[in-house]
């Protein structure tokens, strides 16, 4: 290395431990984060959109519990039977065979621990199957079907939105022009014209998540009327930062 290149190396040696005192002595965090902001030739304008909407779908889980059945046959026979006759059920009302699924089949054995070795004193079953309804008026009777077919397990009824992409589009859409709309409003209160849209952020549209509806025990067979079950209504928000051009 000859005199020229030493100095040279010599010289970015004395740089770096330089910048590492300070980054000590200042207590600076490191890596170094550099975050931009608004350029002050923009106007940057924040818009919500609203959209309520009925849920389209509902879901009922229907299905039967067998308890200290002597063997697994037995229980097999008690929860086949009683599914059977929920499946024939629904198809009575309509119900399409790809919207009816068996959602849980389960067979365990139930120990007796009184005894020092643990010993098998029975069975217990269950199977559950999950109804799908693209007619919400429907859950009611279907709920009174399934408990008269023997159905001894009913779950609350879910109400969705089976396509909420297209409720997501008209959220954002309206919450574009709300941008706009506030964005002229201050625009003539600040005196200055826009120019074109340069940039446009969205926060995450809210999610929808599913409503559940309440049950009457009134409801639930005997021959007593079907219970009342209402969807109500769901909201998907959307929120945009527009960004104009300032003239």
């Given at each position: ?21 300070l980054?000590k002595?200042?207590?600076i965090?490191?890596?170094l ?26 879901y009922?889980?229907?299905g ?46 139930n ?10 004193s ?16 429907l ?9 008269q ?5 009913v ?12 409720f997501r589009?008209l959220?954002r ?8 709309e ?8 600040l ?37 009342q079950?209402?969807?109500g209504?769901q ?13």
């Open positions: 290395m000859n005199k020229e290149n030493f100095k040279y190396f010599f010289l970015s040696v004395i740089v770096v431990l330089a910048g590492l005192y980054i002595a200042l207590d965090s490191y890596p984060t550099v975050t931009s902001t608004t350029k002050s030739s923009e106007l940057s304008v924040v818009g919500e959109g609203k959209v309520n909407i009925v849920p389209d779908t509902a009922v889980d229907a039967v519990t067998v308890n200290n059945a002597p063997t697994v046959d037995a229980v097999q026979q008690q929860i086949d039977a009683v599914n059977n006759k929920i499946v024939d059920a629904l198809k009575n009302l309509g119900i399409k065979k790809e919207d009816i699924k068996t959602s849980n089949y389960s067979v365990t054995p120990y007796n621990y009184e005894r020092q070795t643990d010993t098998i029975g069975y217990n079953g269950n199977v559950t199957v999950t109804i799908k309804l693209t007619k919400t008026d859950s009611a009777k279907v709920i009174e079907a399934v408990t077919a023997g159905a001894n397990q779950g609350g009824v879910r109400f969705a939105v089976d396509n909420p992409d297209k589009e959220a859409d309206a919450a574009i022009s709300n941008a706009k506030q964005a002229q409003k201050l625009a003539k209160q005196g200055i014209t826009l120019g074109k849209i340069t940039n446009i952020v969205e926060e995450s549209p809210s999610q929808l998540s599913p409503i559940y509806g309440a049950l009457s025990a009134k409801g639930m067979g005997g021959g007593v009327a079907a219970p079950i209402e969807p209504s909201t998907i928000t959307s929120v945009v930062t527009l960004y104009f051009e300032k003239k």
